[in-house]
């Protein structure tokens, strides 16, 4: 649902409603405006068929300039485009609202207001409810867990890494099934520091180990060959930036899951991580985001997979 990590402390608002088309437009071009440490944007489907537009400010935009942005995508109707400042009791409320448990075979994604979901057999994974993008509600980050499930009912993998770990989600949740080491890394130190965070809070803080670096630049994920189960969920320019040194470390037989994507970045990620001699296993779309599943050799393409 949102893109981008939340602001600890939003001040301010977008909102606007209109048709599915329009809303993922916008949704994508103020995620990539916008610096997703100080902002999340957010499409939601309304009960009327509608849909929901919200964007979350860690410092009062720009009206004008927001507007102005936005008539590339709806035109005039960028003048019914509301922003309002928001107190933090209201956004603490307004980030329990409707985040429900997420499901994946035995993952069970939740917030600290449903522990009482959790069921005998489920690895549970609590995170922050503040903590929108990255608590599996997303598509790209629940179409990852899908397939870290399917991953997981053909094997058990060894050397397991996340490329853009975010929350760390990915990363727990590898952790927690496996019970044993994973690295995880991120550009960003704020994201590494949630990550961590988040480990402690669900245990798994000693199975997890944590860099701050672009990609793989780091001696903890820079090893050729080395992982045999890789997770980049992060966006399509990177993704493709990053395709030599992602199928660098990945091993001979590993197995590389990406997301971040929506259906127009497809073809230029996979033609790029073609180029490293990795082919796609399997795609499932979800809530409009594409995730790829990539072995090495000569695997056909299968049918698209709709969530």
């Given at each position: 649902?949102?893109?981008?990590?939340?602001?600890?402390?939003?001040?301010?608002?977008?909102?606007?409603?209109?048709?599915?088309?329009?809303?993922?437009?916008?949704?994508?071009?103020?995620?990539?405006?916008?610096?997703?440490?100080?902002?999340?944007?957010?499409?939601?489907?309304?009960?009327?068929?509608?849909?929901?537009?919200?964007?979350?400010?860690?410092?009062q935009p720009d009206e004008e300039g927001v507007r102005d942005l936005l008539r590339l995508v709806i035109?005039?109707?960028?003048?019914?485009?509301?922003?309002?400042?928001?107190?933090?009791?209201?956004?603490?409320?307004?980030?329990?609202?409707?985040?429900?448990?997420?499901?994946?075979?035995?993952?069970?994604?939740?917030?600290?207001?449903?522990?009482?979901?959790?069921?005998?057999?489920?690895?549970?994974?609590?995170?922050?409810?503040?903590?929108?993008?990255?608590?599996?509600?997303?598509?790209?980050?629940?179409?990852?867990?899908?397939?870290?499930?399917?991953?997981?009912?053909?094997?058990?993998?060894?050397?397991?890494?996340?490329?853009?770990?975010?929350?760390?989600?990915?990363?727990?949740?590898?952790?927690?099934?496996?019970?044993?080491?994973?690295?995880?890394?991120?550009?960003?130190?704020?994201?590494?520091?949630?990550?961590?965070?988040?480990?402690?809070?669900?245990?798994?803080?000693?199975?997890?180990?944590?860099?701050?670096?672009?990609?793989?630049?780091?001696?903890?994920?820079?090893?050729?060959?080395?992982?045999?189960?890789?997770?980049?969920?992060?966006?399509?320019?990177?993704?493709?930036?990053?395709?030599?040194?992602?199928?660098?470390?990945?091993?001979?037989?590993?197995?590389?899951?990406?997301?971040?994507?929506?259906?127009?970045?497809?073809?230029?990620?996979?033609?790029?991580?073609?180029?490293?001699?990795?082919?796609?296993?399997?795609?499932?779309?979800?809530?409009?985001?594409?995730?790829?599943?990539?072995?090495?050799?000569?695997?056909?393409?299968?049918?698209?997979?709709?969530?």
């Amino acid at each position: 649902m949102y893109e981008g990590l939340l602001p600890p402390n939003p001040t301010h608002v977008l909102r606007f409603d209109t048709d599915e088309n329009a809303a993922r437009a916008m949704t994508d071009l103020l995620g990539e405006v916008f610096d997703p440490t100080e902002s999340a944007v957010a499409a939601f489907e309304t009960d009327d068929g509608l849909w929901h537009v919200e964007a979350y400010f860690a410092h009062q935009p720009d009206e004008e300039g927001v507007r102005d942005l936005l008539r590339l995508v709806i035109g005039e109707r960028a003048d019914e485009v509301t922003f309002s400042a928001i107190a933090q009791k209201d956004w603490v409320k307004a980030s329990l609202d409707g985040l429900k448990p997420v499901r994946a075979g035995r993952f069970l994604v939740h917030g600290s207001h449903d522990r009482h979901t959790v069921k005998t057999n489920d690895i549970a994974i609590e995170i922050d409810a503040a903590l929108a993008f990255g608590t599996g509600h997303h598509g790209t980050t629940h179409g990852c867990l899908l397939a870290l499930v399917e991953e997981l009912n053909c094997r058990r993998p060894q050397q397991v890494l996340d490329v853009g770990t975010g929350t760390g989600i990915l990363a727990l949740a590898a952790a927690r099934a496996l019970r044993h080491t994973v690295i995880a890394g991120d550009i960003d130190p704020v994201a590494v520091k949630v990550a961590r965070d988040n480990a402690r809070l669900n245990g798994a803080g000693n199975h997890i180990r944590y860099y701050a670096a672009p990609g793989v630049r780091h001696g903890l994920a820079d090893r050729t060959h080395r992982f045999d189960l890789v997770f980049a969920n992060i966006l399509a320019k990177p993704l493709r930036q990053l395709a030599p040194a992602i199928s660098r470390v990945l091993s001979s037989s590993g197995t590389l899951i990406l997301s971040g994507l929506l259906s127009r970045d497809v073809p230029g990620v996979l033609s790029a991580y073609a180029a490293q001699g990795l082919r796609l296993k399997k795609r499932t779309d979800r809530e409009g985001w594409a995730t790829l599943v990539l072995k090495r050799g000569g695997f056909a393409p299968r049918p698209v997979t709709q969530i």
